[in-house]
């Protein structure tokens, strides 16, 4: 089992899907819970790198992920058996301005048809994330995103965890790319550089204006 753990962690960073000591991943079994500790290096982790724990608060929780709280929640909501926890840069940037990620390529949209967006004050590991991602997945969604913060997405082993996070992190580079395509910046999109535009006076010099500002609510 921690093979599989060393082996995706590894392929989540070259992904580029976590960072440091970014990330985590669990595995359910029966009433435990076998998830990557605090602070743990997913692309070289080490043999104690993973803890057990229970499906409820127990001594060990202090040593695991601060969002074992997050995985318990979640594998109470739905029959999810493996989590995983990343931070894609091209998803966490959408999720910035998005509601709901909308897959537009044929991958994306075969295994995920939308993917929520939940906003939460305290986004690492905090009750307000359990109280509004658990329904999510509860509702048959296989994978979500925390506003700013990262993905979840679940499946019956680990491995269909990391296949969803890298489509997931494929879609939202496609959506991104696909926007500047359709509105290009002259000077940067096209390697042009753009002159200044040359400013006519709309009154010759010397005549005053009466001035006429106003406060604008914002």
């Known amino acids: 089992m ?3 753990f060393k082996e995706i962690g590894k392929m989540l960073y070259a992904e580029s899907l976590i960072h440091g000591s970014a990330g985590n991943i669990s595995i359910r079994q029966g009433d435990k819970i076998y998830i990557t500790k605090t602070k743990a290096i997913l692309s070289k982790l080490e043999e104690d790198g993973v803890i057990e724990c229970g499906m409820e608060p127990g001594d060990n929780d202090k040593e695991a992920s601060v969002e074992l709280p997050v995985h318990r929640a979640i594998y109470k909501s739905c029959k999810a058996l493996a989590i995983v926890h990343a931070h894609p840069v091209y998803a966490i940037s959408l999720s910035m301005s998005e509601e709901k ?3 537009q390529d044929a991958e994306g949209k075969f295994y995920m048809k939308s993917i929520p967006v939940v906003r939460a004050r305290d986004s690492i590991g ?6 509004y991602l658990s329904p999510v997945f509860a509702a048959g969604y296989v994978a979500a ?10 499946g019956q082993d680990i491995e269909e965890c990391y296949r969803l996070t890298s489509t997931l992190e494929n879609t939202c580079k ?4 696909s926007r500047m395509l359709a509105h290009p910046q002259p000077g940067i999109n096209q390697g042009q550089s753009q002159k200044p535009r040359e400013i006519r006076r709309a009154i010759p010099p010397g005549i005053g204006v009466m001035d006429r500002s106003r406060y604008h609510k914002r």
């Open 2 to 4: 921690k093979d599989q």
């Open 101 to 103: 990620i909308l897959p």
């Open 126 to 131: 905090s009750e307000e994330v359990i109280k």
């Open 145 to 154: 995103m925390i506003r700013g913060h990262g993905s979840f997405a679940i």
């Open 174 to 177: 496609i959506i991104v790319i």
